[in-house]
Nanobody
Framework: QVHLVESGGGLVQPGGSLRLSCAASGSIFIINDMGWYRQNPGKQRELVGTISRDGITNYEESLKGRFTISRDNTWNTVYLQMNSLKPEDTAVYYC???????????????WGQGTLVTVSS
């Protein structure tokens, strides 16, 4: 079993910054791509961005320049740095990891429980 635990969400004013973290734990052999998604009530979960094991990033076009994803493979952790936050960035943010567990040759998509980010004055 692999678990992802996000942290760092909360209330921030427009124009502010926030950094989310997501740590993976469990019987991990290796993690391939990691990423962040977000979702608002009544809407589909949407991609924020992904990062490969080698550090290659891919972002939703409208978020480029404000959001930055990084990772630490030693600690199986992925980060999301969010700057110049806008009210429309308010959402539950979920991390995601393509994980291969010990004893398996298959990669499994694992999701965190989500952390709420509220951008409001």
């Amino acid at each position: 079993q692999v678990h992802l635990v996000e942290s760092g969400g909360g209330l921030v004013q427009p124009g502010g910054s926030l950094r989310l973290s997501c740590a993976a734990s469990g019987s991990i052999f290796i993690i391939n791509d990691m990423g962040w998604y977000r979702q608002n009530p009544g809407k589909q979960r949407e991609l924020v961005g992904t990062i490969s094991r080698d550090g290659i990033t891919n972002y939703e076009e409208s978020l480029k320049g404000r959001f930055t994803i990084s990772r630490d493979n030693t600690w199986n952790t992925v980060y999301l740095q969010m700057n110049s936050l806008k009210p429309e960035d308010t959402a539950v943010y979920y991390c995601h990891a393509d994980t291969r567990v010990v004893g398996s040759y298959q990669y499994v998509a694992v999701w965190g429980q989500g952390t709420l980010v509220t951008v409001s004055s």
